[in-house]
């Protein structure tokens, strides 16, 4: 018997055997209004199955993490309207394996892209100029708390690659669930009939 075969019949090492194999998942939410992932959690009890299967290892309604960490799915609600939300969806892309564009916003550009036919600078000087007191100013994208604004509010899918659709204004929640488990399982999602909305 060679030391490899000894190896092999001896008893498997069972140090690894307590490791996490759910399914890791991070959402994000870009220019929106959080309405996918609030209705999320309208799954209610459901999430308790649910979280047998798969792990949120980022979501700003769920766990306290800041950055988009390496995730077999990423999920992004909104629209992509300022450079902040570019960077995260590019960010989102390259750490996650399938990316999800969750409602109408991220999927189609929604009613946040209704801004597309103003100019970003009157919009900007119409919110903050003197608003909060005599020295608001508009903010300019550089050093500010407030990232610049492109020029349009556009969806997920022109700025990256998109692997899923889920749209709806927000989608029903049964529906995001049976599509979270669906990928879960390695399947991809069947959204049809009454499940699928364009509202």
Not at 11 to 39: F, I, Q
Not at 109 to 115: C, N, P
Not at 120 to 136: C, R, T, V
Request: proline share 5%; with cysteine.
């Amino acid at each position: 018997m060679s030391a490899d075969s000894e190896a092999s019949d001896a008893p498997a090492d069972t140090a690894g055997d307590d490791e996490d194999a759910r399914t890791t998942v991070a959402t994000v939410c870009l220019g929106g209004c959080s309405g996918c992932h609030m209705e999320f959690l309208n799954v209610d009890h459901g999430l308790v199955d649910l979280l047998e299967d798969v792990e949120f290892v980022a979501s700003h309604m769920i766990v306290d993490e800041k950055e988009v960490p390496e995730a077999d799915i990423g999920i992004a609600e909104g629209v992509v309207t300022n450079e902040e939300n570019v960077e995260v969806a590019q960010e989102l892309r390259e750490n996650c394996d399938t990316v999800v564009a969750w409602g109408d916003c991220a999927a189609l550009r929604g009613i946040m892209s209704l801004r597309n036919d103003q100019d970003p600078e009157d919009m900007l000087e119409a919110a903050f100029d003197g608003k909060a007191d005599e020295h608001s100013e508009v903010p300019t994208g550089e050093g500010d708390a407030v990232p610049r604004l492109l020029q349009d509010a556009r969806p997920l899918d022109e700025f990256i690659d998109v692997d899923v659709f889920v749209p709806g204004c927000p989608p029903d929640a049964d529906v995001m669930e049976a599509s979270l488990a669906a990928l879960a399982r390695g399947e991809t999602p069947e959204i049809s009939g009454e499940a699928l909305q364009y509202d």
